[in-house]
């Protein structure tokens, strides 16, 4: 059972448009971060939100931190080819804080 | 800066042989970590170290071996690879930053055993 499931699992979309990616758990975490990840490299961080109700925003990316801090959203607005790539949601369970669960990935696609 | 190193960047093992993946990096973070990524299942943590000379497992830890001596390097030794540790790995440091452990990770070590 994946403690972190992100949603979609695959969004192919066109320059322009905007995109909400989901990530879900029933546990409740300290905090949480998204990486985006492109081919052959390692995930580089985006953001971290560690209060409930905590949007963050990222020029055109906006995220946000559930109330009870088991769910998280990234926005995208007026998508670019260059957002193309994986977006993992990743979170520390209360009293783990040096450890993550990473989620599913959303990959992501914007097409000129 | 280089940041987090990981050699080698492809690797073809036969099922059975052993080796060792490196890790080390320049940033002087206490905490570093191995990952496992495969397809549709997202990052799996095999084992992480909290400090010098202190390791524990993580999510799948079954056929690897850590140690860490250094600061600096988190060596992850396979055993006798099997196919099922296919994977692409990846190594990452991170340290209390002011609210999380914020990870940065190296470019990853392709492996395939035959």
């Known amino acids: 059972t994946q403690l972190l499931e992100q949603s979609p699992q695959f969004l192919s979309i066109q320059e322009g448009e905007n995109l909400t990616v989901y990530c879900n758990s029933s546990?409740?975490?300290?905090?949480l971060q998204w990486y985006r990840q492109e081919p052959g490299e390692g995930p580089v961080l985006l953001v971290t939100?560690?209060?409930?109700?905590e949007v963050k925003k990222l020029k055109r990316l906006t995220f946000q931190f559930g109330d009870a801090r088991k769910d998280s959203s990234l926005h995208i607005t007026a998508a670019q080819p260059g957002d193309t790539g994986l977006y993992l949601c990743a979170g520390s369970l209360t009293g783990t804080a040096s450890k993550l669960t990473f989620g599913t990935g959303t990959r992501l696609q914007v097409t000129l | 800066n280089a940041g987090v190193t990981q050699t080698p960047k492809f690797q073809v093992l036969k099922t059975g042989q052993s080796m060792t993946l490196q890790c080390a990096q320049d940033?002087?973070?206490?905490?570093m970590s191995w990952y496992r990524q495969d397809p549709g299942m997202g990052l799996r943590l095999i084992h992480y170290?909290?400090?010098?000379?202190?390791?524990d497992q993580g999510e799948v830890p079954n056929g690897y071996n850590v140690s860490r001596s250094t600061t600096e390097d988190f060596p992850l030794r396979l055993l006798s690879a099997a196919p099922s540790q296919t994977s692409v790995y990846f190594c990452?440091?991170?340290?209390?930053?002011?609210?999380?452990?914020?990870?940065?990770f190296g470019p990853g070590t392709r492996l395939t055993v035959t």
């Open positions: 939100v560690v209060t409930g109700g």
């Open positions: 990452a440091s991170s340290y209390s930053g002011a609210s999380a452990y914020e990870q940065y």
């Open positions: 170290s909290v400090g010098a000379g202190i390791t």
């Open positions: 940033m002087n973070h206490e905490y």
């Open positions: 546990s409740v975490f300290s905090s």
